[in-house]
Structure formats: structure tokens, C-alpha cells
């Protein structure tokens, strides 16, 4: 079982930013893949970005140049930096974790934290 805690979302203007957390506890033998997705009104639930336990990243061509995703293997945290947020970034975003078991992989996601950029 793990538990995966998000924070920082809230309402800011376009051209601002936010940095969003997740912090993951449990039975955790090692976390591979941590990252966040977004899903926002009337659309699908798309990948943001995620980060490998290698270092190796991947972001959505829409946040390129605006977000950055980091981690912390000791704390088993990812962080979110959004930067010159745009009203289209207006969604709820979702934690994701993958945790890596001697029997095999499990996902985990977190509840979602609402971000909200007005004009």
C-alpha cells in the first residue's frame, strides 16, 4: 500500500507560477517512474511529464520550456516546477508512481490537485 500526498496547486494569473509536490509513503521497495498527468474540463487525461529513476525525462510538447519535473529518491518526492502558466494549463493534476516489486510493477495515483491560470 502506498499513499501518495500532493500539495501547491491554486488560482494564479497567466504568466505566473506554481510549483506542485507529491510525496509517496508505504511498502515501497523502489519507486521507477514518478510523474504527473492533467486532465482538464471536457478533455482526456493526458502525461505532463514524468522523470525515471535514472534521471531521464519526458514532457507533453504543450509545457516544454515552461515546466520542470525533478525528484527526490530519498525523500520519494517529485516536484513540478510550472512556470509562465497559460490559461489552457487550467486542470487537475494527478500524481502518478510506479513501484517496483520483487513480484512485479504497481501504479499508484494521488487524489489531484486543481490548478486554476485566469486571464
Known amino acids: 500500500q502506498v499513499q501518495l500526498v500532493e500539495s501547491g496547486g491554486g488560482l494564479v494569473q497567466t504568466g505566473g507560477s506554481l510549483r506542485l509536490s507529491c510525496a509517496a509513503a508505504?511498502?515501497?521497495?523502489?519507486?521507477?517512474?514518478m510523474g504527473w498527468y492533467r486532465q482538464a474540463p471536457g478533455k482526456q487525461r493526458e502525461l505532463v511529464a514524468h522523470?525515471?529513476?535514472?534521471?531521464?525525462?519526458n514532457y507533453a510538447d504543450s509545457v516544454k520550456g515552461r515546466f520542470t519535473i525533478s525528484r527526490d529518491n530519498a525523500k520519494s518526492t517529485v516536484t513540478l516546477q510550472m512556470n509562465s502558466l497559460k490559461p489552457e494549463d487550467t486542470a487537475v493534476y494527478y500524481c502518478?508512481?510506479?513501484?517496483?516489486?520483487?513480484?512485479?510493477?504497481?501504479?499508484?495515483w494521488g487524489q489531484g490537485t486543481q490548478v486554476t491560470v485566469s486571464s
Open positions: 502518478h508512481v510506479t513501484v517496483s516489486y520483487f513480484i512485479g510493477d504497481r501504479n499508484y
Open positions: 508505504g511498502s515501497i521497495s523502489s519507486i521507477n517512474l
Open positions: 522523470i525515471t529513476s535514472s534521471g531521464s525525462t
